[in-house]
């Protein structure tokens, strides 16, 4: 067996092309703060925040990025969470929706130093490769409507052969939900956060995991392989960010 088939051999299921397939839900969140916040941001997310949802029903796992070049003195320090579940049901489930109404003092206090929040509920509707890493590249864009399919299979394409170079460990897509994002608006934790968000839903999210003591690709090559240029005239609002892993932590089998 050649190490490309190996390779193939250990893959875990994925669903490029064609209709969507679904492999849980998936909630993403991209939060920046200033130096002066930080490290109450950073101890609350760690150590209250993701306790807490994980210990809802149907969250498996929370994991949680920052950029990999952070400047705190000279700008806010953005933050990347993506949290997996069950299904997307479970974002927008009584116990989860509960947790959102009743936010801690910690919450309370955290919440509005938010700066350009980003939340997108969503399917995790693709997933290729094998293991974890601790370095990330993500982009984020619109699909046009009707291209989905189109946008979807060459985005497959161009990552699976990534997975068989090595360039990349796993690859994976999740595809947003306007309605079960929005569900959590009314919410007390999201009122309290009305002045720092940006517009629900953001879109899809392609997160390539990288593979190498450095990366193997980077810049404009590394933005051809997440947003391949036979789907440029179907997207719009892309942008392409590298983070690096901070924390994570998987749901008590209990």
Same mark, same amino acid.
């Given at each position: 067996m050649t190490a490309a088939s190996a390779v193939g051999a250990e893959t875990e299921a994925s669903a490029w092309g064609g209709e969507a397939a679904s492999f849980g839900g998936a909630l993403?969140?991209?939060?920046?703060? +200033?130096?002066?916040?930080? /490290?109450d941001f950073e101890d609350w997310y760690s150590f209250e925040h993701f306790p807490e949802r994980l210990a809802i029903p149907g969250f498996r796992r929370a994991r949680r990025y920052v950029e990999v070049a952070p400047e705190p003195g000279a700008r806010p320090v953005q933050f990347l969470s993506?949290?997996? +579940?069950?299904?997307? %049901?479970?974002? +927008?489930?009584?116990?989860?929706? $509960?947790?959102?109404?009743? &936010? !801690?003092?910690? +919450?309370?206090?955290? $919440? &509005?130093t938010f700066i350009g929040n980003e939340?997108?509920?969503?399917?995790?509707?693709?997933? /290729?490769?094998?293991?974890?890493? $601790?370095?990330? %590249?993500? %982009?984020?864009?619109? &699909?046009? !409507?009707?291209?989905?399919?189109?946008?979807?299979?060459?985005?497959?394409? %161009?990552?699976?052969a990534a997975l068989r170079s090595r360039t990349l460990v796993r690859a994976s897509l999740i595809e947003d939900d306007r309605a079960a994002t929005a569900a959590k608006d009314a919410t007390q934790e999201g009122k309290s956060m009305a002045g720092s968000s940006a517009p629900a839903g953001s879109g899809w999210f392609v997160v390539a995991e990288l593979h190498g003591v450095t990366s193997r690709v980077e810049g404009a090559e590394l933005e051809a392989l997440l947003v391949p240029a036979s789907m440029h005239?179907?997207?719009?609002?892309?942008?392409?960010?590298?983070?690096?892993?901070i924390v994570d932590r998987t749901a008590d089998p209990s």
């Open positions: 993403v969140n991209l939060i920046s703060v +200033t130096a002066a916040h930080l /490290e993506i949290y997996e +579940t069950d299904d997307v %049901a479970t974002l +927008t489930s009584d116990a989860y929706l $509960a947790a959102l109404d009743a &936010p !801690t003092d910690w +919450t309370r206090r955290v $919440a &509005p939340r997108s509920v969503g399917r995790l509707n693709a997933l /290729e490769g094998v293991g974890r890493s $601790a370095r990330v %590249a993500v %982009a984020r864009l619109l &699909p046009g !409507t009707g291209s989905e399919d189109l946008v979807r299979e060459a985005i497959g394409s %161009a990552l699976h005239d179907h997207v719009s609002e892309v942008r392409v960010s590298e983070y690096r892993l």
